[in-house]
Structures are given as structure tokens and as C-alpha cells.
């Protein structure tokens, strides 16, 4: 008998929050959709708490920690999701997020309905992307403060980008081979490791996509040690006008993120051409990020908020349509990837 609970969570819920990752979802064998899909709505909430400015980092620090304690078993009578309606979804601008928050109880519920290795995997994901978030709560000063604080060294934003992407790269292989076996060829080792390097470029993009708005709640990822390099620091980055001087740091870590796209590549071919839903599940993600790139090139005033270098939901859609003609065909995919990716070294 369905469970009305879950399809809702799993369903309309989902849809709300995820915009474009829905796509993504739907796309996927049917097998993969329910953890994937729970352990993002898990980790959209746990990012939700990271982010309400309007409660202290030690609050949400205290609330994240607590939702981890949860999603991995502990006991709790009540009052963690009784403090989350309170401190919490209250003060959400968005109806969506709200309700992802006050349906935490039934979420928690539907994971323990998972298989026992399903179940092993979200909490393994969920985990590590609330380390990353526990990061960016520990290392940067409250949004309000009016204080910036930088990464120390390019180690460090690898790391992040591992915690709050390259995990999902693992995880999806992870859930690949669980529900689709024998359907990726290379060594379940290399396909980890690629899978890391692709959530790293996805990640990459983001940072180098969003610095100026992050720049303005005291965040800056570029590390300090390339900022010294270059004759900058993180408050000189608050001026516009300063884009063309950072933009050689902007070139070495966009370099860096073409790399991970190049596995990126790679781990999209090695998924046969016959398992269309999991290609075009890759693909998507790396054609819209090499797109953001080819923006960012571009965009003499990368660091201001207001010139954020963002693919049109229309050109998404397009990009969307033009890939079901190429998805079948490795030497296609290749070459729309490669394509995008020398575009973007031209104009370096």
C-alpha cells in the first residue's frame, strides 16, 4: 500500500525545494530516486538551518549537530523538531523551506524505512555535508558582524569543497553500483575518485560563480595565501572596480575547476550509452556548469553581487533539449564537453 508520508516528502515536497536537482531526479532509475532524493531533503534542511542568519551561529551550530545526532539514530522525545518549528521555520521567507522544516519528524521516519544499506549511505552523506556546513559556521564570523574572514591556503578550500560536494560524487556512486550493478564498467575506486572531482568542479563553480555575494556575508573561499600573491585581500575584493585585479587568481582556480570537469567527463563516459537516465543525469550538471563558466570568463565584474554570472533558466532548457540528441553518442558527448572547455581556455 503507498505511503501517502513518503510520496508527499519524496514528491511535491522535493519539487519545491530542489528546483533544478528535480530534474535531475526524475531522470534517475527508479531504484536510486528515494535515498538520493531523502538525503537532499535531509541536507536542503540541514543547510537551511546553517543559513538563518536571524539566529546566532551558535544556535544553528547547536540545531545542525543535533539534526546530525538524529539522521544517525540517537533517540530524541520531540523537543529537537519542537525547537526547529520554533527557532527555526518560523523565519522562513520561503513556504517550501518551511514546511521541509516541520516534516523532519516524518523524513527521520521514511530513512529508518530504508534497506539497511541505503539507510548506512544517506547517513554517511548527510553527515559529511553537515561537516561542511559546521565549517563554514566555525571558520567565518556572523553574517551581521560586518567581519570577513578568508580560507588560509588552496588545501583547505579542496577540503571544503570536498565536504559539501565531493561527498555526493561518492555517494552517487555509492548508490550506482548498490541499484544498478554491473552497469559501471571501470573499478568502483577510480569511480569514487572521479566522483569527488566532479562534485569539486560543481562546487568550484559555485564559489567562483558567487564570490561577490559571499564576500558580503563575511565569506571569502579564495585563500589567503593566493589573495597575498596577487596584492589583495579579502576587503579589497569588496570593490567591484577590483575584478580585473583579481581576475588572475580567478584564472588559476578556474584552471584548477577545468581539471575536475575533465573527470568529470570521464565519469559521465564511463556510464554506457544504453543507461540514457544516468547519462543525461551527469551531463546536465557539467554542460550548465561549463556554461557558467563561459560567463564568468567573460564577465569583466565577476566580484559584483549585481553582475552574478548566472545561466538563463531559458538557455537551461535549451541545454536540456540539445543533449538527448548527444547523450547516445560517447564521441558526442566529448565533443560538446571538450568544445565548452576550450571555449573557456581561449579566453583566459
Known amino acids: 500500500m503507498p505511503n501517502p508520508t513518503r510520496a508527499f516528502l519524496l514528491g511535491p515536497l522535493l519539487k519545491g525545494v530542489s528546483r533544478s536537482f528535480y530534474l535531475t531526479l526524475r531522470v534517475l532509475p527508479a ?36 539534526l546530525r545526532d538524529q539522521v544517525n539514530g540517537a ?41 539497511e544499506s541505503d539507510r548506512r549511505a544517506v547517513r554517511g552523506i548527510v553527515s559529511t555535508l553537515t561537516e561542511g556546513m559546521e565549517f563554514d ?28 560536494a565531493g561527498c555526493v560524487g561518492e ?52 585563500p589567503q595565501t593566493m589573495l597575498d600573491q596577487s596584492g589583495l585581500s579579502p ?13 588572475p587568481l580567478m584564472v588559476e582556480l578556474l584552471r584548477r575547476t577545468l581539471d575536475h570537469f575533465r573527470e568529470a567527463l570521464d565519469y559521465t563516459l564511463a556510464i554506457p550509452a544504453l543507461s540514457l537516465r544516468l547519462r543525461l543525469a551527469c551531463l546536465w550538471p557539467i554542460l550548465i ?30 541545454i536540456i533539449g540539445s543533449s538527448l540528441l548527444i547523450v547516445p553518442s560517447n564521441a558526442r558527448v566529448r565533443y560538446a564537453v571538450e568544445k565548452r572547455i576550450r571555449q573557456i581556455e581561449a579566453r583566459l
Open 75 to 115: 533517540a530524541d522525545d520531540g523537543a529537537l523538531f519542537q525547537r526547529m518549528a520554533t527557532e527555526v521555520a518560523g523565519r522562513q521567507d520561503q513556504s517550501d523551506e518551511k514546511v521541509l522544516l516541520e516534516s523532519l519528524g516524518p523524513a527521520i521516519g521514511v530513512l529508518k524505512q530504508l534497506s
Open 171 to 222: 555517494f552517487w556512486t555509492t548508490m550506482t553500483y548498490a541499484h544498478m550493478p554491473g552497469t559501471l564498467k571501470e573499478l568502483p575506486d577510480t569511480m569514487s575518485r572521479r566522483g569527488v572531482r566532479f562534485g569539486k568542479a560543481l562546487q568550484m563553480t559555485n564559489v567562483l560563480r558567487d564570490c561577490g555575494k559571499d564576500l558580503r556575508i563575511g565569506r571569502c573561499y579564495l
Open 31 to 66: 531504484g536510486m530516486r528515494d535515498p538520493i532524493g531523502l538525503a537532499y531533503l535531509l541536507a536542503r534542511a540541514a543547510d537551511t538551518i546553517a543559513d538563518t542568519s536571524l539566529i546566532s551561529p551558535e544556535q544553528r551550530l547547536a540545531l545542525l549537530l543535533s
Open 289 to 318: 556548469g561549463l556554461e557558467t563558466l563561459l560567463l564568468l570568463v567573460d564577465n569583466d565584474a565577476w566580484l559584483d553581487p549585481q553582475k552574478v554570472s548566472k545561466v538563463r533558466r531559458n538557455r537551461v532548457y535549451q
Open 235 to 247: 576587503q579589497d575584493l569588496l570593490l567591484p572596480a577590483n575584478s580585473m585585479r583579481a581576475r
Open 137 to 164: 559556521l566555525r571558520t567565518f564570523p556572523d553574517e551581521r558582524s560586518g567581519q570577513i574572514a578568508a580560507l588560509r591556503e588552496y588545501d583547505e578550500l579542496d577540503r571544503y569543497t570536498y565536504l559539501v
